[in-house]
C-alpha cells in the first residue's frame, strides 16, 4: 500500500510535493528545514511482552513534523555549539555513512535529522486509528538531558516532503 493510501483512510488528505524520496532528493534536503510527513511501518514499542496482544500490532503517523536533516557527524558539532554542552561526545556510528551524506542500515537508505518542533502524531492498530491513551503498553517519555536535541533517523523512503523551507 503506497504512504498516500494510508493518509487518505484516516486522516485529511495532503498535497505533498513527493510521494517518497529518492537518494538524490535526500542527499540535496542536507543542512535545510522542511516540513515532512512520516509513515514509520516498525511497530511502537511496548511493554509487556507476550502477554500484550498490541505488540507488534501499533505503528505511528508523524505529520507536519518540522525537521533540518543534517549530514552525519554534524549533530555532535551542533551539540558543541550549546551553551553547558562543549564536552558533548556523539555515541558511537550507527549504520554506515555513505559517502553522499546518507547512511546505509540493513539495506535501507538512512538520513539524519533534528526534530525542531512537534508533529500531529497518529497511531495505528491493525491499520485502524487508536487513540495513545488506548493502547496498551505505552512507555512514558524518555528523559532527555537538559539542552540536548533529539536527532532521529529517517527511512528516506518513508517521507513525503510537505514543505521545504
Do not use: C, H
Request: neutral net charge; hydrophobic residues 35%.
Amino acid at each position: 500500500m503506497k504512504i498516500s493510501e494510508i493518509l487518505e483512510d484516516i486522516i485529511q488528505p495532503i498535497q505533498p510535493i513527493t510521494e517518497s524520496l529518492t537518494p538524490q532528493d535526500a542527499i540535496s534536503l542536507i543542512g535545510k528545514e522542511a516540513v515532512i510527513d512520516y509513515i514509520n511501518t516498525k511497530p511502537v514499542r511496548l511493554l509487556g511482552g507476550k502477554k500484550n496482544e498490541m505488540v507488534g500490532r501499533v505503528t505511528k503517523i508523524n505529520r507536519n513534523w518540522p525537521v533540518k536533516f543534517i549530514a552525519p557527524g554534524e549533530y555532535g558539532e551542533m551539540m558543541r555549539q550549546q551553551p553547558g554542552q562543549e564536552d558533548f561526545q556523539s555515541k558511537p556510528g550507527w549504520g554506515t555513512p555513505q559517502e553522499n551524506g546518507l547512511i546505509e542500515k540493513d539495506g535501507k537508505l538512512i538520513i539524519q535529522a533534528v526534530s525542531t518542533g512537534r508533529s500531529e502524531t497518529t497511531f495505528l492498530f491493525d491499520g485502524k486509528p487508536i487513540a495513545k491513551e488506548d493502547i496498551i503498553g505505552m512507555p512514558p517519555p524518555a528523559p532527555r538531558p537538559e539542552g540536548q536535541v533529539p536527532v532521529v533517523r529517517l527511512e528516506i523512503d518513508k517521507i513525503q516532503l510537505v514543505q521545504v523551507k
